[in-house]
C-alpha cells in the first residue's frame, strides 16, 4: 500500500497537472525568503500546525451533484456532549405475555380461511372455520343433558306440590275427621297415587270403630254376645294397625320421594353444566352455547376459531380442505405494541447491570431509539458461552421495533462535555492514520486528527479540527475511494 505521505503528494501532483492549483488556497508558493522563513519556524504559525498545513494541499473538486450521488453530507464541527458506559448488544424478541397459540380444540376440516398471515384481527374475531364432527356430539349432547333437566325441574315442581298436599292431608286426617268431611277437604289436590290408599285405610278404620262402639255398647247392655263384640273389637284393633301403618309409610315416603325428585334435579344440572362446560372448552361462548337449541344440520358442526387477543397474525397452519386434529396449531397471533429486547451480558459487564438501570436502546442502522430500564437480569450463566441476559421491555406502539432487529444499548455511565465531538461515521481509516474530510475553499481536504474520548455513536477530536470547520460526516468512505484511485493513476502514469 502506498504510504499516505506519498499518497497526498501524488495526489497533489495530479490536482497541479489538471489544473487544480497547488494549495488549498488557490495559489503559488512563496519562493526565496518566504520558503526560508518557513522552514525556520517563523512566520507567525509553530511547527506544529506543518502537518496539517501539508495535508490541506491535497485537495479533491468534486461538484454538488456527484457528492449527493456519492451520500456525502456535511456538519459544521461543534461542542458536544458524550455519554460514557457500559455497551451492550441484543436482539428485539417478541414479548411472550402478548403472544398467542391459536389451536383446534375440536378437529375437523377447514372449510373457510377468513384471515391470513399479516392480517389484524381484534379478540372475538374469526379467524377459520371447520366442520367439526366432535363438536356435533359435543353440542347434542348439551341438549339431551338440557331436555333431561327440564324434565327434572318439572318432577321437581310436582314433587313438591304433592308433599304440600300430603302434609295438609296427614295433618288433617290426626283430626280424625268424617269420611265425607276428608274427602271434601281433599278435593282437586294433587296428593299422587299411593295418597288414595291412605283415605281407604282410613275409610275402613271409621267404620270398623263405628261397629265396635256399637258393638260394645250392644254387650254392655247385653243386647248382643260376647263372641260378636270380641270380633267387632278385633277388626277395629286391625284396622287401626293398618291405618297407623299407611299414615307413617305416607309421611316417609312423602320425604323420601321428595328429596329423590330433588337429587334427580340436581344431577341433571350438574350434567348440563358439565356438558355447557365442554362446549365452553371447544371454544363456545355464552352466545354461542345459547344458539344451540336452535340450530340444525350442518350448524352443529360448523367450528368457528376465535382470535382470544388483538394483534397481527404471524403464523397461519391451515388451508381449505385440510384435516385438523384437536390441540394442533393453526395460527399464531402477536401483541407487537409491546416487545423485549435481549441483551447479552458477558461475565466481565455482570457488575455493571442490574434491574431498575436505565438503559438507551439504539437500533442500528439509525433505526430508532428509545428510554427504558431493564427489567430483568437472569441470574443463570450460559455454560458454553459465559454470557446471561438482561430483558428490557419496550413501548412498539409506532411499530419501530421489529422482532428480529439486532440493537445496541448503553447502560449507565456519565456524560462529559468536549470541544470538538463528530459521529463516528465522519472518521476514515486511511494507511494507519485516521483522516476526516475538511471543507476548504478550493475544495474537500482530507486531515489527520486525533481522537479522544468516545461513546456509543460520537467521538471527542483532540487535534486535526477545530470548532467551526466544516466536515463530511458521512459518505465519506466514497471520497477516500476517489483518493485511492487517483493516486493508483498516478502511480500508473508515473511509470
Given at each position: 500500500?502506498?504510504?499516505?505521505?506519498?499518497?497526498?503528494?501524488?495526489?497533489?501532483?495530479?490536482?497541479?497537472?489538471?489544473?487544480?492549483?497547488?494549495?488549498?488556497?488557490?495559489?503559488?508558493?512563496?519562493?526565496?525568503?518566504?520558503?526560508?522563513?518557513?522552514?525556520?519556524?517563523?512566520?507567525?504559525?509553530?511547527?506544529?500546525?506543518?502537518?496539517?498545513?501539508?495535508?490541506?494541499?491535497?485537495?479533491?473538486?468534486?461538484?454538488?451533484?456527484?457528492?449527493?450521488?456519492?451520500?456525502?453530507?456535511?456538519?459544521?464541527?461543534?461542542?458536544?456532549?458524550?455519554?460514557?458506559?457500559?455497551?451492550?448488544?441484543?436482539?428485539?424478541?417478541?414479548?411472550?405475555?402478548?403472544?398467542?397459540?391459536?389451536?383446534?380444540?375440536?378437529?375437523?376440516?377447514?372449510?373457510?380461511?377468513?384471515?391470513?398471515?399479516?392480517?389484524?384481527?381484534?379478540?372475538?374475531?374469526?379467524?377459520?372455520?371447520?366442520?367439526?364432527?366432535?363438536?356435533?356430539?359435543?353440542k347434542?349432547?348439551?341438549?339431551?343433558?338440557?331436555?333431561?333437566?327440564?324434565?327434572?325441574?318439572?318432577?321437581?315442581?310436582?314433587?313438591?306440590?304433592?308433599?304440600?298436599?300430603?302434609?295438609?292431608?296427614?295433618?288433617?286426617?290426626?283430626?280424625?275427621?268424617?269420611?265425607?268431611?276428608?274427602?271434601?277437604?281433599?278435593?282437586?289436590?294433587?296428593?299422587?297415587?299411593?295418597?288414595?290408599?291412605?283415605?281407604?285405610?282410613y275409610?275402613?278404620?271409621?267404620a270398623?270403630?263405628?261397629?265396635?262402639d256399637?258393638?260394645?255398647?250392644?254387650?254392655?247392655?247385653?243386647?248382643?254376645?260376647?263372641?260378636?263384640?270380641?270380633e267387632?273389637?278385633?277388626?277395629?284393633?286391625?284396622?287401626?294397625?293398618?291405618?297407623?301403618?299407611?299414615?307413617?309409610?305416607?309421611?316417609?315416603?312423602?320425604?323420601?320421594?321428595?328429596?329423590?325428585?330433588?337429587?334427580?334435579?340436581?344431577?341433571?344440572?350438574?350434567?348440563?353444566?358439565?356438558?355447557?362446560?365442554?362446549?365452553?372448552a371447544?371454544?363456545?361462548?355464552?352466545?354461542?352455547?345459547?344458539?344451540?337449541?336452535?340450530?340444525?344440520?350442518?350448524?352443529?358442526?360448523?367450528?368457528?376459531?376465535?382470535?382470544?387477543?388483538?394483534?397481527?397474525?404471524?403464523?397461519?397452519?391451515?388451508?381449505?380442505?385440510?384435516?385438523?386434529?384437536?390441540?394442533?396449531?393453526?395460527?399464531?397471533?402477536?401483541d407487537?405494541?409491546?416487545?423485549?429486547?435481549?441483551?447479552?451480558?458477558?461475565?466481565?459487564?455482570?457488575?455493571?447491570?442490574?434491574?431498575?438501570?436505565?438503559?438507551?436502546?439504539?437500533?442500528?442502522?439509525?433505526?430508532?431509539?428509545?428510554?427504558?430500564?431493564?427489567?430483568?437480569?437472569?441470574?443463570?450463566?450460559?455454560?458454553?458461552?459465559?454470557?446471561?441476559?438482561?430483558?428490557?421491555?419496550?413501548?412498539?406502539?409506532?411499530?419501530?421495533?421489529?422482532?428480529?432487529?439486532?440493537?445496541?444499548?448503553?447502560?449507565?455511565?456519565?456524560?462529559?462535555?468536549?470541544?470538538?465531538?463528530?459521529?463516528?461515521?465522519a472518521?476514515?481509516?486511511?494507511?494507519?492514520?485516521?483522516?476526516i474530510?475538511?471543507?476548504?475553499?478550493?475544495?474537500l481536504?482530507?486531515?489527520?486528527?486525533?481522537?479522544?474520548r468516545?461513546?456509543?455513536?460520537?467521538?471527542?477530536?483532540?487535534?486535526?479540527?477545530?470548532?467551526?470547520?466544516?466536515?463530511?460526516?458521512?459518505?465519506?468512505?466514497?471520497?477516500?475511494?476517489?483518493?485511492?484511485?487517483?493516486?493508483?493513476?498516478?502511480?500508473?502514469?508515473?511509470?
Amino acid at each position: 500500500m502506498i504510504r499516505f505521505t506519498r499518497l497526498l503528494a501524488a495526489v497533489a501532483l495530479l490536482a497541479v497537472v489538471l489544473g487544480a492549483g497547488g494549495c488549498g488556497r488557490g495559489k503559488a508558493p512563496d519562493s526565496g525568503d518566504a520558503h526560508d522563513d518557513h522552514a525556520h519556524g517563523s512566520g507567525g504559525e509553530s511547527d506544529a500546525h506543518a502537518p496539517e498545513e501539508a495535508e490541506q494541499s491535497t485537495v479533491i473538486r468534486i461538484d454538488s451533484e456527484t457528492l449527493a450521488e456519492f451520500g456525502v453530507q456535511f456538519r459544521e464541527a461543534r461542542p458536544g456532549t458524550l455519554r460514557q458506559g457500559t455497551s451492550l448488544s441484543g436482539e428485539v424478541v417478541l414479548n411472550p405475555d402478548r403472544v398467542a397459540h391459536v389451536v383446534a380444540r375440536a378437529g375437523g376440516i377447514g372449510t373457510e380461511i377468513v384471515h391470513t398471515i399479516g392480517d389484524r384481527v381484534e379478540a372475538g374475531e374469526t379467524l377459520a372455520v371447520l366442520e367439526s364432527p366432535g363438536l356435533a356430539e359435543a353440542k347434542a349432547a348439551y341438549l339431551s343433558r338440557a331436555a333431561q333437566a327440564a324434565l327434572g325441574a318439572i318432577d321437581l315442581e310436582r314433587a313438591e306440590v304433592i308433599h304440600i298436599n300430603t302434609i295438609r292431608l296427614l295433618e288433617l286426617v290426626s283430626e280424625e275427621p268424617g269420611v265425607d268431611r276428608l274427602r271434601r277437604e281433599i278435593a282437586g289436590l294433587d296428593i299422587g297415587s299411593n295418597r288414595g290408599t291412605l283415605i281407604t285405610t282410613y275409610a275402613d278404620f271409621k267404620a270398623a270403630e263405628a261397629v265396635y262402639d256399637r258393638e260394645k255398647s250392644l254387650f254392655q247392655r247385653q243386647i248382643s254376645s260376647e263372641s260378636e263384640y270380641l270380633e267387632a273389637e278385633a277388626r277395629f284393633k286391625k284396622s287401626i294397625a293398618s291405618f297407623q301403618a299407611v299414615r307413617d309409610d305416607l309421611a316417609f315416603s312423602n320425604r323420601r320421594e321428595l328429596d329423590q325428585a330433588r337429587r334427580t334435579r340436581v344431577v341433571a344440572d350438574v350434567s348440563l353444566q358439565a356438558a355447557e362446560r365442554r362446549l365452553h372448552a371447544l371454544g363456545l361462548d355464552e352466545e354461542g352455547v345459547g344458539r344451540i337449541d336452535s340450530e340444525s344440520g350442518s350448524d352443529l358442526s360448523r367450528y368457528e376459531i376465535k382470535a382470544p387477543i388483538a394483534g397481527r397474525i404471524i403464523e397461519r397452519h391451515l388451508v381449505r380442505g385440510e384435516s385438523v386434529a384437536s390441540g394442533q396449531q393453526i395460527f399464531v397471533i402477536a401483541d407487537l405494541s409491546s416487545v423485549w429486547i435481549q441483551l447479552t451480558v458477558y461475565q466481565r459487564d455482570l457488575g455493571l447491570v442490574r434491574e431498575g438501570q436505565r438503559v438507551h436502546v439504539t437500533g442500528t442502522h439509525d433505526l430508532g431509539h428509545a428510554d427504558a430500564v431493564v427489567a430483568y437480569v437472569s441470574p443463570i450463566l450460559d455454560e458454553a458461552t459465559r454470557t446471561t441476559t438482561a430483558r428490557v421491555v419496550l413501548d412498539n406502539t409506532e411499530g419501530h421495533w421489529r422482532p428480529g432487529m439486532f440493537v445496541r444499548a448503553q447502560l449507565g455511565g456519565s456524560d462529559f462535555d468536549a470541544a470538538v465531538v463528530v459521529p463516528r461515521s465522519a472518521l476514515q481509516e486511511l494507511d494507519g492514520a485516521t483522516i476526516i474530510f475538511v471543507e476548504t475553499e478550493g475544495g474537500l481536504t482530507p486531515r489527520t486528527i486525533t481522537v479522544g474520548r468516545r461513546d456509543e455513536d460520537s467521538v471527542e477530536i483532540t487535534a486535526g479540527l477545530r470548532a467551526g470547520d466544516r466536515y463530511v460526516s458521512s459518505g465519506g468512505l466514497a471520497l477516500k475511494a476517489e483518493l485511492n484511485k487517483a493516486a493508483l493513476e498516478h502511480a500508473g502514469h508515473a511509470h
